[in-house]
């Protein structure tokens, strides 16, 4: 018997197409024949319940699985997904590795109802295990993953550590073993660039950001976007990404950095320049007073709010009822959102003129008498 299976397995696996020494699925008609002659022996070979002494159909099974000694090469050759290969190399399919793992080989997938097949029945030694750690760090080491499949292992990744019940056993679980975060390569949607999640520290969250961050706003080079952890359990990313929240600053440092793009750059596109006001108008209320006091103070000197007179930093604009000369840089915003005015303010967009600087226009302009005329009024 079992010479007779393994004669007809190495038929269909010698003439199966290799890459690189490797089976590759194919869907022609010669493989379609293949696979059914390799399916038929599988079916051949799978013990049914005997009569009239069920033990006849368990010392046959028994006596194909034991004729040979593998004891020291485990192996027994099945059909799988991308040809014939050793069950020890074969997986389980599941559901939550289906759309990442590309490059482990799986058995061939049954529907409710089937009757037992060889696979079913094979001894533990020759049994078709499930995916492990290892697996998917090989798989992670072995290819880049699109965004799809990335989002998909970080929603496994994310699961299974949050399944770990004691922290201490999670610590464990995270020391040992190989992250997804020290080997994922991926490339987000058409892009070329390929990002190691390994330099990724943060991730956007959606209860401080959303709806305000739009999908093409820039992002931090170490903030992962927020696609990729929107199906993620909030509570989870932190402990097994080991990642931090992105903050304000964190985004604001990234807009008024050297590698900013022209498109996001707010120190020269007054449309992008004003969306930024307009999210922080909407997260301000959210932010601690040494956010907002880090904030303040990182944005001061750049020259990112947009006026009637261009670019300036944001203690050297005014609002429109302090152009009493017109001749001030005033900002060029919507200033009929609350929010936004709140946030000028804070960062310094002056509603009124200094003393000084009154006295200094009016001596070039008007003369002493309107500046007796404008101190009374505003006092």
């Given at each position: 018997m079992r010479l007779v299976y393994d004669q007809e397995i190495r038929k269909v696996q010698e003439?199966?197409?290799?890459?690189n020494g490797v089976s590759v699925a194919t869907a022609d008609a010669w493989a379609s024949a293949s696979r059914e002659k390799a399916l038929y022996a599988m079916r051949y070979f799978t013990f049914q319940p005997s009569t009239l002494d069920a033990k006849v159909a368990r010392i046959l099974q028994e006596a194909l699985f034991n004729c040979f000694d593998y004891s020291s090469n485990v192996h027994f050759p099945i059909l799988t997904n991308s040809g014939i290969c050793n069950t020890k190399d074969v997986r389980e399919i599941h559901a939550d590795f289906a759309s990442f793992m590309k490059m482990v080989l799986t058995q061939l997938p049954t529907s409710p109802g089937d009757p037992p097949n060889l696979v079913d029945t094979l001894p533990e030694k020759y049994g078709v295990w499930t995916y492990t750690c290892s697996d998917v760090v090989k798989e992670l080491q072995g290819r880049i993953l699109q965004e799809d499949e990335m989002i998909s292992c970080l929603r496994w990744w994310v699961g299974f550590i949050s399944s770990l019940e004691i922290d201490e056993e999670r610590e464990t679980t995270l020391t040992f073993l190989s992250s997804p975060t020290d080997n994922a390569k991926l490339r987000i949607g058409n892009s070329t660039c390929v990002i190691e999640l390994r330099n990724i520290t943060k991730f956007v969250d959606g209860n401080i950001?959303?709806?305000?961050?739009?999908?093409?706003?820039?992002?931090p080079p170490d903030t992962i976007p927020f696609s990729f952890t929107r199906p993620l359990d909030r509570q989870h990313i932190s402990p097994s990404l080991l990642g931090q929240p992105m903050t304000v600053v964190d985004w604001l440092s990234h807009l008024i950095s050297p590698q900013i793009d022209a498109a996001h750059d707010i120190c020269k596109n007054s449309a992008y320049s004003n969306h930024v006001l307009s999210v922080l108008g909407k997260i301000w209320p959210m932010m601690s007073?040494?956010?907002e006091s880090e904030a303040k103070d990182l944005m001061q000197d750049f020259p990112w709010i947009t006026t009637n007179l261009g670019f300036r930093p944001p203690g050297g604009t005014y609002f429109p009822e302090a152009d009493i000369f017109r001749d001030l840089p005033v900002v060029s915003v919507n200033l009929f959102n609350q929010q936004i005015l709140t946030v000028l303010g804070e960062f310094g967009v002056k509603q009124h003129l200094k003393f000084e600087e009154l006295f200094a226009k009016c001596i070039t302009f008007q003369g002493l008498d309107l500046i007796l005329l404008i101190v009374f009024q505003g006092r």
């Open positions: 003439a199966w197409p290799t890459v950001w959303l709806p305000w961050l739009q999908s093409d706003d820039a992002l007073s040494d956010m």
